[in-house]
């Protein structure tokens, strides 16, 4: 009987043991894959006790489910890649706006949402990539010169169906209205040498092989790429210095509404603003730290100093669907 | 009118039919708001443009499927030539390689920057241009070669179950083996090609992964750029449901084809019913060895150099965690699948009335959707279910309240039973219908109905089909992305998981590891059966 009494109790406790531990975790739904963001979860475990767990997809299906499991949602935090889908998710109401002296004071307000849903962790340029052997750097100037006469036949494009380009142009749209924006893209595609390709890496390698002389990527691509082969016949190259600057994206997350450990999440989103988690987060990929105290990696910083476009990157989303369709009228597929 | 006896089948058929609708109707009800200018836009700037590459790529994946599929068939199941021992299970294996993984191997051996093309340039000069590889016929000829198993497998059994009095018979009455093919094993073979290509054709259709890589734009990238670049779930589902539409008309052309022919079943043959010789061997040898290095030695060969200059280093303790995962939901969501296929297939056969053709017709759309739209269709309908009938309950019973659907193993396996029903559904209905009415009947008489009936007769006869069904769905749920992606509770990543992160930063020759594994685990029933099948007919 006392035994029994006994076994009951420790059965209780351990019953309640798991309850508290699992009150005491975050949950998030990642579009940033497992390897870009499971060491900076580890880290926040070893350091706090915390536990993290995630699950990984592509932004549309798990804002998606987001929406759907609404208040029964168990998903504490939304992290994505490009501003646009952060934006989005605000958009949708499954954000939270946070109200943080910590994030405000690391992260600068181009780089976050207004109204405090979402904030930018880790930034990356999207910038023009030009072959060594063919292409003087003094050829190049701007995004908008590549759709020069000059350069008929010489370009490379990945997909309008990436965000990263959709965000590009979004970008362009904001500064030079729809026009003449679509008077730029439509050079562009009437230069493209070849089919637009389905991912940056392979663009690259085009560059490389001799297939077309410049093209339009994102920089952790090139800092992969270039890591596996250092004798890489392509280098980076930071455009429209002379007036905005270089388009910058940005890796980011935000809190969700109905977060059921909303305070933990909040504490996690924090921490991954400061100096370690931020060295981490963007080291994983060659990313600029999003926190501006925080030098980037010797590799990211090896490509020097730019100057960044200041256009708040809530326009991104803004102008996406419009970009894209003015995207699919210049036939940049 | 149905029979007392025949409606005990309905309400089986029935609540399955409703498990498979209940997603569906998710797409039906986003036609109560339209966006306009989504819509003018696409009309304006794309959907021709769609429809034309997606009827070519239908029409020429279609083709390609048949002579391939048939052709192979005929050649292993009935002819004797050098090596047709082991390529008649050997040209089964390209159906474990997932087409997103085949399409990312074939570009990337042959683009412009690819091994091939270089090592050309440097023998003959930088000026050599080969035509271009992310073409029509690229994306095509691609999928062909991972979508012809579902045709061969399936003629495969086909021309073995005819037996060789028929064919004997027709070479008594003077027929060439040609004309023999053509006017004695093709016709009655029919209705197993005709569900084969059928199941190729949906695949095409929903095919999202390696169009993709191509970057061909099809329907079905339509409605997942309406999706993501658009944001409008909305629009994308009423576009899902245009394409539902389609596959509709597929599937009931296929029933309208097969129109009265009946699968029969003889004594198998003893052995080959030609022997080739000469030009004719040779030949017969080089086209099936032709198709086998295409479709499978050659990408896994690729896999493997990029396995060892990349994936390697990724090789961890984690990939045991993966297979198992990867062969666990494989497993459950086969034997799962099969079982509630037969159940329809014997409802199907039992009540043969036109309301239960339409219920097992709707039973088994779910096939057709991109994976993706139906994964979140799938999700949408689960989460209502949860809010509406879960949580009131589990408050009402006073337990915790919370959601119990989303995010559970069972939801994800319910998602791939709606998903491969079809899948499975066809070899089992085929199968079944090779057993004569005249068998059970036979055995009633003789005291044996019910239960004993199913184990005793039944059964036996049923197994090569539902081992069929279930290596098709097997396979199929290893390389199923997008709903195992969404659905997955936390922890549960397989090995397609990790192909997706790894191609969705277009890390091709990292994604080599899981996709090599994915192929290896995806390998071993299929030999298993391909090698039980032969023995049990050969």
Redo the contacts between chains.
């Keep these: 009987m006392q035994a029994s009494k006994r076994l009951f109790a420790a059965l209780t406790l351990t019953a309640l043991a798991g309850a508290v531990q699992a009150a005491d975790e975050v ?1 998030v739904y990642s579009s940033r ?3 870009l963001i499971k060491p900076v979860f580890d880290a926040y475990t070893a350091k706090t006790g915390v536990p993290v ?10 804002l ?2 987001l929406k ?3 208040e ?1 949602t ?1 998903a504490d935090m939304l992290i994505t890649v490009d501003a646009g889908n952060l934006w ?1 998710a605000e958009q949708e109401g499954v954000l939270k706006p946070l109200q943080s002296a910590v994030i405000a004071q690391n992260i600068p307000a181009q780089y976050r949402s207004s109204t405090g849903s979402w904030t930018g962790l880790s930034l990356r340029a999207r910038t023009i990539v030009y072959s060594t052997e063919r292409v003087n750097p003094s050829e190049l100037s701007t995004y908008e010169a590549l759709a020069d006469k000059n350069w008929e036949g010489r370009l490379c494009l990945r ?1 309008s ?1 990436k ?1 990263y380009n ?1 965000s590009l142009t979004a970008t362009l749209i904001e500064t030079h209205g729809a026009a003449k924006t679509e008077e730029i893209v439509k050079g562009w595609v009437n230069n493209l040498a ?9 663009l690259i ?2 560059i ?4 077309c002389d410049a093209g339009i990527v994102n920089t952790y ?1 090139f800092g ?1 790429l270039h890591k ?1 082969q250092p004798d890489l016949k392509a280098k980076l190259f930071w455009p429209n210095q002379a007036d905005r600057g270089v388009h910058v994206n940005l890796s980011g997350a935000g809190v969700t509404k109905y977060a059921p450990h909303a305070e933990q999440a909040q504490q996690l989103l924090e921490w991954m603003t400061t100096e370690e988690a931020q060295g981490l987060f963007a080291g994983l990929n060659q990313e600029f730290p999003a926190n501006p105290q925080i030098a980037p990696s010797a590799e990211v910083a090896a490509w020097g100093v730019f100057k960044a476009d200041s256009i708040p990157l809530e326009v991104a989303g803004k102008r ?2 419009e970009a ?2 003015l995207m ?2 210049a036939g940049w ?1 | 009118m149905a029979h007392p006896a025949q409606r005990r089948w309905y309400p089986i058929a029935f609540a399955v039919a409703l498990l498979v609708l209940l997603p569906l109707s998710v797409l039906l009800f986003s036609w109560h708001e339209v966006d306009r200018q989504i819509w003018a836009h696409l009309w304006q700037t794309q959907l021709m443009r769609l429809i034309g590459n997606t009827l070519m790529l239908v029409l020429g994946v279609g083709i390609g499927v048949t002579l391939l599929g048939v052709s192979l068939a005929w050649l292993t199941s009935l002819c004797e030539f050098p090596g047709r021992r082991w390529l008649d299970w050997a040209l089964m294996l390209p159906f474990a390689i997932p087409a997103y993984v085949l399409a990312f191997v074939f570009v990337g051996l042959l683009d412009f920057a690819g091994p091939v093309q270089s090592l050309m340039r440097e023998w003959f000069g930088a000026d050599l241009r080969l035509p271009r590889v992310r073409s029509t016929g690229g994306v095509i000829t691609v999928l062909i070669l991972v979508f012809y198993p579902y045709v061969y497998l399936l003629a495969r059994n086909a021309f073995l179950a005819q037996g060789k009095g028929l064919m004997e018979a027709a070479r008594v009455l003077g027929l060439s083996p040609w004309s023999a093919f053509w006017r004695v094993a093709l016709p009655m073979a029919r209705p197993a090609i005709g569900a084969g290509l059928a199941l190729a054709i949906m695949e095409t259709l929903a095919d999202f992964g390696a169009v993709s890589v191509f970057n061909f734009d099809t329907f079905t990238t339509a409605i997942y750029k309406t999706w993501y670049s658009f944001y409008s779930l909305t629009s994308a589902t009423q576009l899902a449901s245009l394409l539902l539409l389609a596959v509709m008309l597929v599937l009931y052309g296929e029933r309208r084809a097969r129109g009265a022919v009946r699968p029969v079943s003889e004594r198998p043959r003893g052995k080959a019913l030609y022997q080739l010789k000469g030009a004719q061997a040779l030949a017969a040898s080089v086209w099936c060895g032709l198709v086998f290095a295409c479709a499978f030695v050659i990408p896994v060969l690729q896999l493997l150099v990029w396995f060892w200059q990349r994936g390697r280093f990724d090789l961890d303790e984690r990939y045991t965690g993966l297979i198992l995962h990867t062969l666990y939901l494989g497993g459950i969501a086969a034997s799962v699948t099969v079982g509630v296929a037969l159940l329809l297939a014997f409802a199907r056969r039992m009540a043969p009335t036109r309301l239960m053709r339409t219920t097992v017709g709707l039973a088994n759309l779910g096939y057709a959707l991109p994976g993706s739209m139906l994964a979140v269709a799938i999700m949408l309908a689960f989460s209502y279910l949860d809010r509406q009938l879960v949580i009131p309950l589990s408050d009402w019973l006073g337990g915790a309240g919370k959601p119990l659907l989303l995010g559970s193993l069972s939801a994800l396996l319910l998602a791939y039973l709606i998903r491969f029903m079809a899948v499975a559904y066809g070899p089992l209905e085929n199968s079944l219908a090779r057993i004569r009415p005249s068998l059970p009947e036979a055995s009633r008489s003789l005291g044996v109905g019910g239960v004993g009936l199913f184990f005793r007769v039944y059964l036996p006869l049923l197994v090569p089909g539902a081992l069929s069904a279930a290596l098709l769905v097997f396979v199929d749920v290893l390389k199923e992305m997008p709903a195992t992606l969404l659905m997955r509770p936390f922890g549960w990543d397989t090995l397609s998981v990790r192909v997706f992160e790894m191609t969705s930063e277009g890390e091709w020759a990292r994604a080599a590891l899981p996709a090599l594994t994915l192929v290896l685990v995806g390998l071993l029933p299929v030999i298993g059966l391909i090698r039980r099948s032969a023995r049990r007919i050969g």
């Excluded at chain 1, 490389?208 to 297939?211: E, I, L, S, Y």
Aim: proline letters at 4%; aromatic letters at 6%.
């Design positions: 949950v894959i497992d390897e767990k995630f699950i990984t997809d592509k932004e549309a299906p798990l998606a489910r759907a499991e609404g029964n168990p989005q997909t169906k965000v959709q070849t089919d637009v390709f389905a991912d940056d890496t392979a390698q085009a490389d092989a001799g297939q691509y992969r596996q996406q669907a894209t369709m699919d009228r597929n």
